[in-house]
């Protein structure tokens, strides 16, 4: 019940962020208005297995996309991956100070508030080796919520782009029979112990079908309930921040999210440069944000959203398999530092 209660208070959120003409409003609104009821202390929340389920359904309307061309495509990525492997660890180095310098964190609070991967993955292995849980969640929540705003906002206002909204037109419903699809690339992708298994799983299967001759067109405004869903779902990670450590964390977050912006920009200039990539792609690419969120602004910018979300699962792949030497050599720097 209280997912569905949420769920309509993001809908209003969104209905008024649409009259007010703000840009990604089926997403900004319900992010803005629940997470100010979260803060301010109303029971939101937003069932995981929901969020889950509509991120895997934003998987599988991606994939629908997907053209035989783009495997040749993926090859010449390359350089951009190497940008993005630079543009992460120049990211981390600098947000790790901020916070052990600034902040006066200890080390392994610092870099795992500063880490741009999956939230729960971050803040549960940030605990195991001793971090502040409750600082690093956070930390993360906020960068996550300010990359979505700040994001929206950048491609709202820049020139020659702009926002585009889902069609509310009823679209072919027959082909709504698909999404059954979305939990067996789930399944599948859980299986194959995959990273983002709930969106990449019904994602690929989405794609191996458009590959072939089936030809999926899911309605558009079923991209309006994603919007919400995700939406509400960020607002809600905030319930039960105490405020008086939100804006404490908040000082350090805005200051470390806006220099992770910061960094993505000057190596999107970087990649625009060397491989000729659009500067607007190479930027979403590179932004510390989630790849579902990324994706979704992706598509209403009118972005190849399969190259943003490449290198975004890329960055995945490499910060999970990267984690444990990472946290061996953190063990071993707290050893030193005793």
């Not at 991606?62 to 993926?74: D, Q, V």
């Not at 990525?77 to 190497?82: A, E, F």
């Not at 492997?85 to 600098?94: H, K, N, Q, W, Y």
């Not at 200890?106 to 971090?131: R, W, Y």
């Amino acid at each position: 019940m209280k997912t569905a209660y949420t769920l309509i208070i993001g809908v209003l959120g969104g209905w008024v962020a649409w009259w007010l003409g703000l840009p990604l409003p089926w997403m900004l609104g319900p992010l803005i208005l629940v997470m100010i009821l979260a803060i301010k202390g109303v029971p939101v929340h937003v069932n995981r297995q929901a969020n889950q389920f509509f991120l895997g359904v934003l998987g599988f309307w991606l994939g629908t996309g997907f053209e035989a061309g783009l495997l040749k495509e993926l090859a010449t990525w390359y350089p951009s991956v190497l940008v993005m492997l630079l543009s992460v660890a120049v990211t981390l180095i600098v947000n790790t100070l901020v916070f052990k310098k600034l902040a006066g964190l200890d080390i392994i609070t610092s870099v795992f508030s500063s880490l741009p991967g999956t939230m729960n993955a971050v803040v549960i292995q940030g605990e195991k080796l001793g971090g502040d849980a409750r600082w690093i969640a956070i930390a993360q929540t906020l960068r996550i919520a300010l990359v979505v705003i700040s994001t929206s906002m950048i491609f709202y206002f820049m020139p020659g782009q702009g926002l585009e909204n889902p069609s509310t037109e009823l679209g072919k419903l027959t082909h709504l029979g698909w999404l059954a699809l979305v939990p067996v690339g789930w399944w599948l992708a859980k299986q194959l112990r995959l990273p983002m298994a709930e969106f990449l799983g019904p994602m690929l299967i989405s794609a191996s079908l458009s590959l072939t001759i089936v030809d999926i067109e899911l309605p558009s405004w079923i991209m309006i309930i994603t919007f919400v869903v995700l939406g509400s779902g960020i607002g809600s990670r905030f319930s039960g921040a105490c405020i008086t450590q939100l804006l404490k964390v908040s000082r350090y977050a805005v200051l470390a999210t806006s220099l992770g912006m910061l960094i993505a920009a000057i190596f999107a200039f970087v990649t625009w440069k060397l491989t000729a990539i659009p500067l607007s792609h190479a930027f979403l690419a590179l932004v510390p944000g989630g790849v579902g969120e990324m994706a979704l602004i992706a598509t209403a910018a009118g972005i190849n959203p399969i190259y943003v979300v490449y290198i975004h699962l890329i960055r995945l792949f490499v910060l999970i398999l990267s984690a444990p030497l990472l946290s061996y050599l953190l063990t071993r720097y707290q050893r030193k530092h005793l």
